[in-house]
């Protein structure tokens, strides 16, 4: 079976424990390996982020270079694309919102956007060591949030979100745009 396969029989829900265990067996990526625009999407484990950020109109993240880095891009009702700035979303609240209300607010979001939008980049990709392998990882310039990233073909990540604020892992999905 191969890790494709694997990460399908995954989807779109599974238990934590089972999403980890696919994420270790994974090979490492280097982070300028990964340039370019990346659709996401949410591996659903139980974390209480499940189903905020897709909700929210999230469509992926973009890494320019490992220095410039959009590491939030959204997508209007009319499918433009614009990065979000991190600092300005209540990312430590997200699970106290009801997901509801987050897709009611999604698709608000081209109305959001003159507030939430930036043109700098707000995030930077590092290799770095994370549960004894040395990969990719997306660093938030003003939050406490660390992606790291492992390769599951040359064209799908499989991600998780490292929140200071939360015990529990977050697990996305990237596939090349």
Known sequence: ?????????????????????????LPAVRAEDILGRWK????????????????????????????NVHPLLFQTPSGELFAGNPSKMPLNLADKINPDVVRKMGNFIALAK????TKKYTARLRNIEHRGVVTAAMVYDALPIIDIF????????????DLRWSDKPYFFILERD
């Open 1 to 25: 079976m191969t890790f494709r396969n694997e990460l399908t029989s995954l989807e779109p829900a599974c238990s934590p424990e089972a999403a980890m265990a696919l994420f270790d067996k």
């Open 40 to 67: 996401g999407r949410e591996l659903a484990t139980g974390h209480p982020m499940d189903g905020r950020l897709v909700a929210s109109r999230w469509y992926g993240k973009q890494f320019d270079s490992t220095e």
């Open 114 to 117: 003159p507030v939430i939008s």
């Open 150 to 161: 492992r390769q599951v073909d040359d064209d799908t990540l499989l991600g998780v979100m």
